[in-house]
């Protein structure tokens, strides 16, 4: 079994995605995990799957509190449960797994209760679906997981918070709450407006201008299937910092737009290259593989049947060759039954491994 740094009780209050997950990824590390939610169908849905016992099995039990609540409430109402929770436990340390952290602080901090014993996170972490079924025990493994100290949090509080990402895979760094949400407005809900807002342009198209899409519109449009009623959370939560980004947006459109209106004119061309460069230099800043620097790869593109077992004899065979593949990608031809995996690898094992590939009979586009 895993080592762990909780011993728990752990009570997770909320059994969505979030909550369900981490009850799951403990219960595997042998933690007691007790659920509570305002909708018992999902609680009962995430007891089945064994992400933890209902906590009126604890609380039956005098005497016994938890070490440690989570609450994994929505953002509109994550201060109220927070509060509930500090009161109705009071030795134990309550953290919360909001998206947001400045304005649950600063609500908290108005009323009468112990933030000695609170301490905000933040797990970057999630999927398009929603639910107890869509929870995963492994969804948090190797995900940044934001631990918001603040100046009234005692360090068992801080400890036990950093503690919780820890045991559940998760890679823990430490932001004050202002700075996450700094943070957040760039890297998470910038793109998730974006691309709703490209998503958005596709109703009503015609279905055969649809059918020539690619990956690029998917990969752009992934996002836009989130919940809505979360996201309407989030937005207003942290509209302050999100709204200079938007602000920075709507200048660089409103300069396209006006490029676009004369392509000819002398200097569209080189205002449109430097807009596309820009592009590149924002883009080649995102962190690489395991977080560290950026890293160029070479990309090659397989052509595989559209049958059951080629990607994994593909993949199978590019490990006999020796090769480690940096990232993939697949996508459909249009009007052919086959499949297109995309391949990146270091620009120094792409020759071979296309040579290699090749002699094994598969076809290969670079």
Not at 50 to 77: C, I, S, W
Request: charged share 25%; glycine share 10%.
């Amino acid at each position: 079994m895993a080592p762990t740094h909780l011993g728990g009780p752990v009570v997770v209050i909320g059994t969505g995605l979030l909550g369900t997950s981490i009850g799951l990824g403990l219960e595997h590390r042998g933690v007691p995990v007790f659920l509570e939610d305002p909708s018992p169908t999902h609680q009962a849905v995430a007891v089945d799957i064994g992400a933890g016992r209902p906590v009126a099995e604890l609380e039956a039990d005098r005497g016994v509190e938890p070490q440690l609540v989570v609450v994994a409430a929505p953002p509109d109402v994550t201060a109220d449960v927070v509060e509930r929770a500090l009161a109705r436990w009071p030795r134990a340390v309550v953290v919360d797994i909001a998206s947001v952290k400045s304005a649950i602080l600063a609500e908290l901090r108005g009323r009468s209760v112990d933030l000695s014993r609170y301490v905000g996170t933040h797990p970057m972490a999630g999927r398009e679906k929603s639910g107890p079924v869509a929870a995963r025990g492994e969804l948090f493994t190797s995900m940044p997981w934001v631990v918001c100290a603040h100046r009234e949090a005692s360090d068992d509080a801080v400890r036990l918070a950093k503690a919780l990402g820890a045991d559940l895979g998760a890679t823990v760094v430490e932001f004050d709450a202002d700075e996450h949400d700094e943070a957040v407005a760039l890297v998470s809900h910038l793109p998730q407006v974006m691309s709703s807002l490209l998503a958005s342009r596709l109703q009503g198209t015609d279905l055969r201008l649809l059918s020539l899409a690619g990956n690029g519109l998917r990969d752009t449009t992934r996002i836009a299937a989130s919940d809505p009623d979360l996201w309407i959370q989030i937005l207003g939560a942290n509209a302050d910092k999100l709204v200079k980004h938007l602000y920075g947006v709507r200048e660089d459109v409103e300069r396209l737009i006006g490029t676009l209106e004369a392509p000819t004119a002398p200097g569209a061309r080189l205002d449109l290259a430097q807009l596309m460069s820009e592009g590149n230099a924002g883009q080649a800043r995102i962190p690489g593989k395991h977080g560290g620097p950026p890293q160029a790869f070479a990309w090659l593109t397989v052509l595989v049947d559209d049958r059951p077992g080629q990607i994994a004899k593909l993949l199978t065979e590019i490990g006999e060759i020796g090769v480690n593949l940096e990232d993939l990608r697949l996508d459909h031809s249009s009007g052919r039954n086959v499949g297109m995996v995309e391949i990146s690898v270091l620009p120094s094992k792409h020759d071979d491994l296309v040579a290699e590939l090749e002699e094994r009979g598969w076809r290969v586009l670079q």
